[in-house]
């Protein structure tokens, strides 16, 4: 991935877990791994928590199919991650799959 899709996954994933107003502390555990994973350094993330989420939106929407499903993954792991889906966690999962192009992938 390239460094500009990280940050917009960041930014997205951001989004998702502050979706429901409030940051659970497994949601906090898994987004830390993700970053791990992803490599995002602290510059990284200061860019990716100013993002504006539709803005990472229309970067992703670039990203190849296999990028774009691992990215749904990773969003619904941040969903589950503490085991209370709140509506507007789905509505922006929703929202963000449509937008992206995920939603045709799962078909």
Do not use: P, W
Not at 44 to 67: P, Q, R, W, Y
Request: proline share 0%.
């Amino acid at each position: 991935m390239s460094d500009q899709e990280k940050i917009a996954i960041v930014s997205l994933l951001i989004e998702m877990a502050n979706a429901d107003g409030r940051i659970a502390y497994e949601e906090m555990i898994t987004f830390n791994l993700i970053c791990q994973r992803l490599k995002i350094d602290h510059n990284s993330f200061v860019v990716a928590h100013g993002l504006n989420c539709e803005h990472a939106i229309n970067v992703l929407k670039t990203m190849s199919d296999t990028k774009k499903l691992q990215l749904a993954k990773l969003m619904v792991d941040i969903i589950d991650s503490d085991n209370q889906v709140d509506d507007s966690e789905i509505a922006l999962l929703n929202h963000a799959c449509r937008e992206i192009g995920i939603d045709k992938l799962l078909k």
